[in-house]
């Protein structure tokens, strides 16, 4: 393989699928922004095939419009024709990274990150105590201005929760009730720092409804964001360590467990595992086994054996008092994923649960990942309208699946002074259902 | 590109409104006419009526030719660049200005996505009924340049009947203002000239169009035939029986598969040889009346199964999979050319079998989605660019069957327009004196003739002009 070859640098064959109709554009977030053809997927990809075919260089303009593609997939839902955009993206990101001009502290920003943090639990920990600390200290504001434009995200991060918050999930919790089965769910990365407390709630749920629940003592990460911000050895490597932690996760016939998750991006990940083993034909048959049983909560939750233990709980309840949600659909979720009508449909079920349509909640929040720490303007630009959209529903709950948009909502939310609280599914049914089953009289 | 030239439009449209970057200009290389390609020199973004004709102003100055582009969706070339040229795109002008419901109408800006219009009518029960196939992708100004039709057109008329107004910068920037809706219009209708021009006469900036009142009752039929000949007999009978359904559309069996295994599968059965939507609109009364006469024609022309769409979603994926047919042919092939014929309606059945058989003479494949109502066809060839060869057979194939719907009484374009596609085939329907007298219609529009050059008007055929004209003969 020659990496000057300019073929090398994108999925030539993949990009041929395209036949230009147009019919992605008026979904494409980044085009509906700004107008321009080579910020849509049609132009992308007709970047991509300009570049093997050399009629483009992979320069500063092309790396660009790379970037601020969102990874969304809105684009795939809707094409006629089958392309397989988010693989050409990841492959488009992955073959010139080795060829960007990244300065020095870029380059060691992204080793950092996706070498050292977001493959060992310990260092994780480590930045989450030191920035903690520094976001009590308000050095944040400091270490941004240091860091010039790339520390520009630092200031819109997500605030770090407190030590209690931040623990561990137990490595088995057993069904409460009657035992339906057993699953392993999947802790993540950066969920136990961010995000723990949707992480207990997930559990909490799912012991209820009558499944025993295990938890990988060593996983770290499944490489969702390093495939999709083009680092495909990372992302091999842990896809390879992924594969091995669930597999090592059986029932007491021996038998793998499904794998419950509760992160969209990284389930849409999981699910298409194989890509980031591409050539090893053993661990490529070994994810798509995982893949095959994998699952994000809301499917768990509306099909089988989830659907009757989440029904069983649900008619012990009754709504006190009635609250207006919406549902905003995490991209790696609907677009990712295909999957639509479940999560509608668990919160149609739940008691005191009123839920209205919000428009455009098929669209990117603009999280993205990493994408809203990367590119903060153009992510808050994107979750500008969807604030007007929320505000125009009413609701006094904003509802998602995904730990990157429930960051992101959280902060638009905060910036726009708009008293909307943000919640996952496993939450709302947790403190619309568990808390209220517990509640004396209910 | 004149570096002064991009700085005086920068000034004026911003730093994203210009595009001088190869990487990005290269993405406005071709509209859906894929292999006819060129980079433009430079790509401009203008927001409103007052930024065009500013920017015009400055083009004209400096000589530079203009290519107008809505969103590239157009099939014969229209937004093709031209060398030396400049293409101004309109997708930043994308706000519907006013919404009159009480007038009907909608006054909206030329970049304004087909389907948000409807869907911003929707809210009033109206809708606008030019309905493209690409219409979640193409633009009210693509649809006045073209003036397109789409499957409704066969009861409501192509985009001409439904232009009440525009806002027209003309070539040298001065800013025509045609919006008034004026009933006894004075003098001559340039609106309805405007319409269907190409991107020869001036940039429409903002456009006044029509609303009807979305019809009480809609019904939706899927009839399923073994044959495609007997679909095609079948249409030319409900004509013929002078029934008035709404839409009438054919598609064939390579157009099912492809479609079928798309993510807009419509649930038209695999393994029939054609299906046909056609949909009924109006009072209960009027919509019963017609779908009890429709369906007896169509069972006794062969329709062996002829069902109703029973809800809106099914009324929906109907549609969605003939309007994402185009898109669902690239599953086929990397690049498909969409001929696009007019037909007497009685003679259908005798025009597909040609087409058919023309491509298959040249080892092509074929696959046939049209607006059967309007006796307009759409041979399908899927083919890829990169093989010139084939690339050859399939335009040799175009032109054989245009000429062959010509014979049969038929005409060049029903929608798509000619742009670069067709330009040879005028001569083969216009005559000489025919085409000067559209050339000196241009010339009082863009003197210059810098407005898509190369475009619509075989240039050859209007040398004579040229030659007469004083403005045209300094050039
Ligand atoms: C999948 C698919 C399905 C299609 N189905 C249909 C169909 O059913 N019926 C049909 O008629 N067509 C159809 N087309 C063709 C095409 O969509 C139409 O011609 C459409 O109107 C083009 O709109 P656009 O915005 O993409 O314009 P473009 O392709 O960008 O431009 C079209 C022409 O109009 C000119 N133009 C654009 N904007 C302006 C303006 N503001 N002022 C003056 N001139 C302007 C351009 O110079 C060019 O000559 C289809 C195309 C595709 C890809
Ligand atoms: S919808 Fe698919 S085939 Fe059509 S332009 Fe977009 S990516 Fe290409
Ligand atoms: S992934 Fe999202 S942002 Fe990227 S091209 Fe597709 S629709 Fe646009």
């Known amino acids: 393989m020659d990496p000057r070859d300019p073929q090398q640098l994108v999925d030539y064959v993949g ?124 050095l944040v504001g400091l270490a941004a201005r240091i860091a ?57 749920v799912l012991a209820a409804c009558g499944f025993d629940v295990h938890v990988s003592r060593q996983h770290v990460c499944c490489g969702s964001l390093h495939a999709h911000n083009g680092e495909p050895a990372g992302a091999r490597a842990l896809a390879v360590e992924t594969i091995a932690a669930f597999d090592a996760l059986v029932d007491e016939a021996g038998a793998p467990l499904p794998l419950v998750v509760n ?78 009508r479940e999560p509608r449909d668990i919160l149609r079920r739940v008691p005191g649960v009123e839920l209205v349509e919000m428009e455009a909640a098929e669209s990117c929040c603009g999280s993205a990942g990493i994408y809203s720490l990367l590119r903060p303007d153009d992510a808050t630009r994107i979750l500008d309208p969807k604030l007007e959209a929320l505000r125009a529903t009413g609701a006094s709950v904003l509802v998602t699946a995904n730990p990157g948009c429930q960051l992101q909502w959280a902060a638009g939310i905060r910036r726009a002074g708009v008293g909307v609280r943000v919640l996952h599914v496993a939450e709302v049914i947790d403190e619309f259902v568990l808390s209220a089953a517990s509640r004396p009289g209910a | 590109m004149d570096a002064r030239v991009v700085e005086e439009l ?9 595009l001088a970057e190869r990487a990005r200009r290269v ?34 100055t400096h000589g530079i030719p203009i290519v107008p582009r809505g969103a590239g969706t157009g099939l014969s070339g229209g937004a093709t660049p031209v060398a030396g040229g400049v293409v101004i795109g309109t997708a930043r002008m994308r706000d519907v200005l006013e919404i009159d419901a009480e007038n009907r109408c909608a ?31 193409c633009t009210i100004g693509g649809n006045v340049g073209e003036n397109s039709g789409g499957p409704h057109c066969f009861r409501y008329g192509s985009t001409t009947r439904h232009v009440l107004g525009l806002v027209i910068v003309l070539p040298d920037g001065e800013v025509l203002d045609l919006s008034r809706p004026a009933v006894d219009a004075q003098g001559y209708d340039l609106v309805g000239l405007f319409v269907g021009s190409e991107g020869l006469f001036g940039i429409a900036t903002e456009i006044t169009v029509a609303l009807l009142p979305v019809p009480p009752v809609t019904v939706t039929m899927l009839a399923l035939f073994r044959d495609l000949d007997a679909a095609c007999d079948a249409v030319s009978d409900l004509i013929a029986a002078r029934l008035e359904p709404s839409a009438i559309e054919i598609l064939d069996e390579l157009t099912i598969e492809a479609v079928e295994s798309s993510v807009l599968a419509a649930g038209y059965p695999k393994g029939v040889k054609a299906v046909m939507l056609v949909e009924a609109e109006g009072s209960e009364a009027e919509v019963a009346a017609t779908v009890d006469a429709i369906e007896p024609l169509l069972v ?115 929608e ?34 810098r407005m898509n050059p190369g475009k619509l008007l075989p240039v050859h055929a209007c040398r004579e002009t040229r030659t007469r004209d004083p403005r045209g003969g300094t050039r």
């Open chain 1, 148 to 204: 010039g434009p790339a520390g520009h995200g630092l200031r819109d991060a997500p605030s770090i929760p407190p030590a209690s918050e931040r623990t561990r999930l137990p490595v088995f919790t057993p069904a409460l009730g009657a035992r339906r089965g057993a699953v392993a769910l999947l802790e993540g990365c950066v969920m136990p720092e961010l995000l723990g407390a949707t992480n207990r709630a997930t559990v909490r």
């Open chain 2, 107 to 137: 006054r909206v800006q030329a970049g304004v996505v087909n389907v948000d219009l409807t869907h911003a009518a929707a809210e009033h029960g109206l809708f606008y009924a030019p309905d493209p196939s690409s219409q979640k992708a």
């Open chain 1, 263 to 340: 992160s969209a991006g990284c389930g849409s990940h999981l699910k298409e595992l194989a890509h980031a083993v591409p050539g090893e034909p053993d661990h490529e048959r070994r994810a798509q086994a995982l893949s095959r049983r994998t699952l994000d909560l809301c499917e768990f939750l509306a099909r089988g054996a989830g659907a009757e233990g989440l029904a069983a709980l649900i008619a012990n309840v009754r709504a006190r008092d009635t609250v207006r949600v919406t549902w905003d659909d995490p991209c790696h979720l609907l677009h990712g994923q295909r999957i639509r």
């Open chain 2, 10 to 18: 920068r000034a004026i449209l911003g730093h994203s409104g210009v």
């Open chain 2, 300 to 414: 006794a022309r062969g329709a062996f199964d002829v069902r109703r769409a029973r809800d809106e979603a099914e009324r929906a994926r109907l549609w969605a999979g003939r309007k994402g047919a185009y898109g669902a042919m690239g599953r086929v092939a990397p690049d498909l050319y969409v001929c696009d014929a007019v037909v007497p309606r009685t003679k259908l059945r005798e025009l597909v079998r040609q087409t058919i058989a023309i491509c298959h003479a040249r080892g092509l494949r074929i696959a046939n989605v049209f607006h059967a109502g309007d006796g307009n066809l759409h041979p399908n060839i899927p083919y890829d660019r990169r093989n010139a060869e084939e690339l050859r057979r399939v335009l040799e194939a175009g032109d054989e069957i245009l000429k062959a719907c010509i014979a049969a009484g038929g005409s060049l374009t029903g």
């Open chain 2, 27 to 60: 993405t406005y290389e071709s509209d859906g006419l894929a292999f006819a390609r060129h980079v433009p020199e430079l790509v401009i973004l203008p927001r409103d009526t007052r930024e065009t004709a500013a920017a015009m102003r400055i083009l004209h």
């Open chain 2, 416 to 449: 798509h327009g000619v742009g670069l596609e067709k330009i040879g085939a005028m001569e083969w329907m216009f005559t000489g004196p025919d085409l000067d007298a559209q050339c000196r219609v241009r010339d009082a529009w863009d003197p210059l003739r």
């Open chain 1, 15 to 138: 990009s041929l699928d395209c036949i230009h109709c147009g019919l992605c554009l008026n979904t494409c977030p980044t085009y509906r922004l700004t107008g321009v053809e080579s910020s849509s997927p049609r132009g992308r990809i007709h970047m991509m095939r300009a570049l093997a075919e050399g009629a483009i260089e992979a320069d500063a303009d092309y790396a660009d419009e790379l970037d601020f593609c969102l990874l969304c997939r809105n684009c795939e839902t809707v094409c006629p024709s089958g392309v397989q955009f988010g693989h050409l993206m990841e492959h488009a990101r992955g073959a010139l990274e080795p060829r960007r001009d990244r300065t020095a502290f870029q380059r060691l920003g992204r080793r950092v990150g996706f070498d050292l943090l977001l493959r060992d639990r310990g260092a994780l920990r480590f930045v989450a105590v030191v920035g903690r600390a520094a976001q009590r200290a308000g």
